[in-house]
């Protein structure tokens, strides 16, 4: 008996197996739901893990939240989440996913950047509304209607409060030099336009302008060519891992500026848990706060004390938990389910979040953010703006201890 | 260019580059003994840096003395996968193709476990030398690199000295050389094959452990770290313990003097590229291959 | 599996009716009007039997395990989004582009094999891999190219369900000629040259293979469909970062697909990739998160402990044996 014949057999058996499995999707989706299902893709394993269940964990309180009160519209909600294991190819199928095979009611906002870059067009193909963190100014500028960041990370954004606070110093006490290293990502990218236009008004010159690729070798030599050419200011562009390195090193080398800005790897809770008080001082951005005092703050901080034993909630589940906020204002504002009339609503009114008020420009964009965090004796306090400060900035930085 | 700077770099890489050594060198010999490329080892790395970190988190016990227990751990780990598993798949036609596969499911698995039983958190050892500082003339030596550098050499000079000095070791590096009269000689391929696997696992765990001094570990980092395995053990030569070690310092020294003259932009290109050089123009590695 | 099995007049006369039928079904099926996401699932499966049956080329017949085959991948998708970006053109023409982006992606892959291809087995493997991280790092560091924002492409004013048709029926039908050239290479002269090589390069020689040539021309040809395949995701996805489009992980995914169905028949590729495709998401839609990852990593261990040469020659041995 000749084995092409097998050849054959198992391809027939394998392409009948795939029919059936096609087959058996196709009876899942054909259960009607009761619920309003939301549904989407999140990095639940993989490279963006920390953070994708951050944001599962923010979008399910207010799952629980809403359901306790009777749900929206009256119907109870239900998440359908789907792991993209970090893969933006994957995240953009999800999306579809849920759209034409879930027939999900509601899209919910992805992460990180380069997904949601990705998914914002998928969404205005089939008019879903899509809220989420999205992918940095220039994600918003590709003209998309159903996009909205509520509120957004952006790190165009993320040191405008710092330097708005920074112009209020007397220019004796403004440090001089800075020492900008920066890695080459989105993130990075986004964050160095605000450095140049905001150092050149205040007349602090940039002695180092320097990007790295990630996984960032070793810090050391970066820190010492810093403390070499004296500069009294250091922004440390980069995530976690890198940021850490980059503290390290300046302390072990003992150089001390007047400032470190440590663009988004300090706002994850790793950084005071894992860092402690070497962490201290450094200044950052935020899109929202756990010590405002929007209503549904104090009972997220209450959550997150038990769920992950922190005073104020980390960012990113604050970020999962104000999506949901936004995209059920504008379901119940419009009192529909209608994606088209939903993004009318969301642009045409005011909605509340735990980041505060906001309406929403042509780009779905609210209006510029400019809260300037610092984290002081392990907690992260807002230094400005002054009307919502929850503690003085520590300026000029304390010598290492 | 000012030539502290220079030296700073330099000493960054080699400290860097001996601690992806003694990751290596365990990867380099199941490579050269077996013929097995073992991609779950820098996983097994990894998890020896997540059990130090529990025991340095609930009981303050150091990092370096965590693996007291770890490594005899991981070298059983390392004994039963093989006579469970690795065993099975040294009778097919390509076992270098066959064990990539089955280590990669042995790594996704052992990934997804580490995700479930201590989250995707990133983590740091922090102990009482984290932030200590030798400072010789001009140039600072940072505690954590220091450890992980002298651990490396304990770690390749113990490994060297069992290869070369040992009867056990004699026997491992002939069923490597001849196989088939080795076995004649009446040495035992399976029992030696499965002792120079867990001792690989087992080195893989003081690997990991120094990557954990040097930088932040999360469950998927091993991915990371199994590149610049793949590196070093290729340049140094495969099964080549010396040369895998010296290896890590010439990729160490490449980094460092590109992070000395370059900008920092093009770093992880030209480690890259000139790699890529130097194996168009050595193509056996550095050094020759034998253990 | 050995290339002699397909002689048979008997099972030709069986593939002559079956690929047909098997073919005209798949570029009807999005004409069923199904949930559009079936359209890009399917579509998804089609990159992977490209890129596996593509790398089969040089991986599977000639022994030269490439595990940086995504740099031609990206390749093409950079080169198609700048093409269409330089004369700022429509996406239909936009598309013309992935022949010459292709053909870019062979051009590098000759000048890059040249040297590369002289290393044997583990050596070539790495070499490889660096060239996928040197050309991600490339195009990361070169603001022309977009740098670390990414390129955004032009997307097409059309529903989305004839968008995502368009882009399925291209995939299948680059697919199809892939797999087309992948099945007549493992039949022709060059493919048992390449066998040779695969089995001992010296004594391939000796035959008079011309083997650093046939290798060359293995190694171009296997980089033109991903190249193509590029071309077509970058303008399917609108928007690529070179975390994406050069992403090793698809490196060695594709690879392991190879080796999963049995890296030395043309067949071999196409169920590797189909089987892990459909698998993942099925798991990915039925199981939690890590559980999931968990399953299918077991899934290798399970496969490769009891069908160490691939899940083909596993079934073709089984029913050999049944038949005897």
């Known amino acids: 008996m000749n084995s092409s014949l097998t050849v054959t057999k198992t391809a027939t058996f394998l392409f009948v197996g795939l029919v059936i499995m096609v087959l058996s999707f196709y009876v899942n989706s054909a259960i009607a739901a009761q619920p309003i299902v939301i549904g989407g893709s999140l990095p639940l394993t993989g490279e963006f893990a920390e953070t994708g269940k951050l944001i599962e964990k923010g979008m399910k309180f207010w799952a629980q939240e809403i359901n306790e009160k009777g749900g929206l519209l009256g119907r109870p909600v239900e998440f359908k989440i789907y792991d993209d294991e970090s893969n933006v190819g994957k995240a953009v199928t999800y ?58 990370l952006m790190g165009e954004w993320w040191y405008e409060g710092f330097f708005q606070w920074m112009e209020t110093v007397p220019a004796d006490q403004r440090p001089k030099k800075a020492a900008v290293y920066t890695m080459n990502n989105p993130v990075g990218a986004s964050l160095t336009g605000s450095i140049q236009k905001w150092t050149k008004k205040l007349g602090i010159e940039i002695a180092i302008d320097e990007k790295y690729n990630l996984p960032l070798p070793d810090a050391t030599p970066l820190i010492m060519k810093a403390k070499q050419l004296q500069c009294d200011m250091l922004f440390a562009n980069g995530f976690f891992g890198d940021g850490v390195m980059m503290i390290r090193a300046a302390k072990a080398l003992d150089y001390n500026p007047k400032a470190i800005l440590q663009g988004i790897g300090s706002v994850v809770p790793a950084w005071i848990k894992e860092l402690g008080k070497d962490g201290d001082y450094v200044f950052s951005g935020t899109s929202l706060f756990n010590k405002l005092n929007f209503p549904g703050n104090d009972k997220l901080n209450e959550y997150s004390k038990k769920e992950f034993k922190i005073d104020g909630y980390p960012l990113y589940f604050g970020f999962g938990y104000a999506w949901m906020q936004a995209l059920a204002q504008g379901v119940e504002g419009s009192k529909s389910l209608d994606q088209t009339k939903i993004r009318d609503w969301l642009k045409s009114n005011k909605i509340q979040t735990i980041a505060g008020s906001m309406t929403f420009d042509d780009k779905g964009l609210p209006e510029p953010i400019n809260f300037c965090t610092q984290i002081i004796n392990g907690q992260v306090e807002l230094v400005w703006p002054l009307n919502v400060q929850t503690a003085k900035p520590v300026y000029p930085k304390p010598a290492w201890k | 260019m000012n030539s502290t700077l220079i030296i700073q770099s330099l000493i960054s890489g080699v400290m860097m580059g001996s601690v992806y050594a003694l990751l290596g060198v365990g990867f380099s010999l199941t490579w050269g003994v077996m013929k097995v490329i073992n991609v779950a080892h820098a996983t097994f790395g990894l998890l020896a ?73 990133p983590r740091l050892f922090t102990t009482s030398y984290t932030s200590k500082v030798i400072i010789i003339g001009p140039f600072y030596f940072q505690y954590p690199p220091v450890i992980g550098f002298l651990m490396s050499i304990v770690g390749v000079t113990l490994l060297h000295l ?32 499965a002792i120079t696997f867990g001792l690989a696992v087992s080195t893989a765990g003081a690997g990991g452990l120094g990557m954990g001094l040097l930088y932040s570990f999360e469950p998927h980092s091993h991915n990371l770290w199994l590149i610049h395995l793949f590196l070093v053990v290729i340049v140094g030569g495969v099964g080549n313990v010396l040369g895998t070690a010296l290896a890590g310092v010439i990729v160490g020294v490449i980094t460092g003097l590109s992070m000395a003259f370059l900008p920092y932009q093009w770093v992880n290109l030209l480690t890259f590229g000139l790699l890529m050089v130097i194996l168009v123009v050595r193509p056996q590695g550095l050094f020759q291959s034998e253990i | 599996m050995k290339s002699d099995q397909f002689s048979s007049t008997n099972s030709n006369r069986l593939y002559q009716m079956i690929i047909p039928i098997v073919l005209v079904g798949l570029a009807l099926f999005p004409f069923s009007e199904p949930p559009v996401y079936f359209i890009s699932f399917v579509f998804w499966i089609f990159l992977y039997v490209c890129l596996s049956s593509s790398w089969n080329l040089i991986g599977g017949y000639a022994g030269y395990l490439s595990f940086g085959h995504v740099a031609f991948f990206g390749i093409g998708a950079y080169a198609t989004a700048m093409f269409g970006k330089i004369f700022s053109l429509s996406v239909s023409l936009t598309l013309l582009g992935t022949i010459p982006a292709g053909l870019i992606a062979s051009l590098i892959a000759i000048i890059v094999g040249y040297p590369c291809l002289r290393l044997r087995g583990p050596y070539f493997a790495v070499i490889t891999l660096c060239f996928a991280f040197v050309s991600q790092l490339t195009v990361k560091n070169l603001e022309i190219l977009g740098g670390a924002d990414g390129l955004w492409l032009k997307t097409m004013d059309v529903s989305v369900e004839i968008n995502r048709t368009i882009f399925y029926e291209l995939m299948l039908a680059l697919t199809s000629v892939t797999v087309l050239v992948s099945f007549l290479v493992g039949r022709s002269k060059f493919g048992a040259g390449l066998r040779a090589i695969k089995e001992d390069e010296e004594v391939a020689q000796t035959m008079a293979v011309n083997a650093p040539r046939l290798k060359i021309t293995a190694f171009a040809l296997s980089a033109f469909f991903p190249g193509v395949a590029g071309g077509i995701y970058a303008c399917y996805l609108s928007y690529i970062h070179p975390d994406v489009v050069f992403d090793v992980n698809m490196s060695i995914l594709q690879v392991l697909m190879a080796l999963f ?60 044996r049944i038949d005897n």
């Not at chain 1, 849920?98 to 969404?123: E, H, Q």
């Not at chain 2, 070791?169 to 399976?190: H, M």
């Open chain 2, 162 to 193: 069992f290869l070369k000095k040992t009867y056990l070791g004699k026997a491992v590096r002939a069923a490597w050389q001849q196989p088939d009269a080795s076995q004649l000689c009446g040495i035992n391929l399976k029992r030696i094959s």
């Open chain 2, 49 to 121: 840096a997540f059990f130090a970190y529990t025991a340095l988190q609930a009981y303050g016990v150091d990092p370096l003395i965590s693996l007291v227990v770890s490594a005899p751990l991981l070298f059983l780990i390392g004994c039963t996968l093989y006579h469970l598993l690795i065993v099975r798949i040294t009778s097919a036609k390509a076992v270098i193709v066959s064990s990539m596969i089955l280590t990669f499911g042995i790594a996704i698995i052992l990934e997804n476990l580490m995700l479930l039983l201590w989250g995707a958190d």
């Open chain 3, 261 to 320: 169905g049995g890296a030395s028949s043309w067949i071999g590729p196409v169920v590797g990739a189909v089987s892990l495709t459909v698998v993942n998401e099925g798991l990915s839609t039925f199981v939690k998160a890590e559980l999931a990852r968990i399953i299918y990593g077991c899934l290798f261990i399970v496969v490769i402990v009891f069908m160490p040469n691939g899940i083909l020659e596993f079934f073709s041995r089984r029913t050999k």
């Open chain 1, 95 to 152: 999306a579809e996913k849920a759209i034409t095979v879930d027939k999900v009611d509601l899209l919910f906002g992805g992460y990180p950047g380069t997904a949601a870059r990705a998914v914002m067009p998928v969404a205005e193909k089939h008019k879903f509304v899509y809220v989420s963190m999205g992918g940095h100014m220039k994600s918003f500028e590709q003209g998309y209607t159903y996009s909205f960041g509520a509120p957004p």
